[in-house]
Antibody, heavy 122, light 109 residues
Framework: EVQLVESGGGLVQPGGSLRLSCAAS????????MSWVRQAPGKGLEWVSA????????YYADSVKGRFTISRDNSKNTLYLQMNSPRAEDTAVYYC???????????????WGQGTLVTVSS | QPVLTQPPSASASLGASVTLTCTLS???????VDWYQQRPGKGPRFVMR????????SKGDGIPDRFSVLGSGLNRYLTIKNIQEEDESDYHC??????FGGGTKLTVL
């Protein structure tokens, strides 16, 4: 059974930093691209970032480019999102999501975690 | 980038059928759309992908036969037959180019 468990969310001040983690199990982690998708309170979903199965290719939404960094440790079956200089508009539940392929293509997310809440506020 | 429009709410009686609509903005009639179900307090769950020819690929794990899709012009439809209490959820659509709609909250009466 595929399981994705996010952690690391919480309250962070604007301009601070926070690292989210996603522990994966039930599939060969290194064989699949992974993404972070967020949902602001009362809003729809927004794709944030993606990384290929090998970790060699990364992709970002314009809204977070230059501030957030996605990475993965295939030896630990874990996905990360380093959030630097967060803004109030980054407040959201952050989900990690698995793609159906090793390369990131087509934005189809076949499994999702339960999410972790990030609140950016002073 | 396309814009996806979904009605904010829909309702249906237990055992009835309902069709949810996701509308692509003009000029994007060839785009495929993914449907996701999100139960209260849970992460989204992939339902299936739809193009103008109908379903693309396979349904998500555990999605019952009561769920089906159709695509026509700019519209992508998700139909749920014989609605059960467990179908009460938010339903999101997203394009194969990374844009999501605002979601539709389905209430089972």
């Amino acid at each position: 059974e595929v399981q994705l468990v996010e952690s690391g969310g919480g309250l962070v001040q604007p301009g601070g930093s926070l690292r989210l983690s996603c522990a994966a199990s039930g599939f060969t982690f290194s064989s699949y691209a992974m993404s972070w998708v967020r949902q602001a309170p009362g809003k729809g979903l927004e794709w944030v970032s993606a990384i290929s199965g090998s970790g060699g290719s990364t992709y970002y939404a314009d809204s977070v480019k230059g501030r957030f960094t996605i990475s993965r440790d295939n030896s630990k079956n874990t996905l990360y999102l380093q959030m630097n200089s967060p803004r109030a508009e980054d407040t959201a539940v952050y989900y990690c999501a698995k793609s159906g392929t090793m390369v990131f293509y087509g934005y189809l997310f076949d499994y999702w975690g339960q999410g972790t809440l990030v609140t950016v506020s002073s | 980038q396309p814009v996806l429009t979904q009605p904010p709410s829909a309702s249906a009686s237990l055992g009835a059928s309902v069709t949810l609509t996701c509308t692509l903005s003009s000029g994007y009639s060839d785009y495929k759309v993914d449907w996701y179900q999100q139960r209260p307090g849970k992460g989204p769950r992939f339902v299936m992908r739809v193009g103008t020819g109908g379903i693309v690929g396979s349904k998500g794990d555990g999605i019952p036969d009561r769920f089906s899709v159709l695509g026509s012009g700019l519209n992508r439809y998700l139909t749920i037959k014989n609605i059960q209490e467990e179908d009460e959820s938010d339903y999101h659509c997203g394009t194969d180019h990374g844009v999501f709609g605002g979601g539709t909250k389905l209430t089972v009466l």
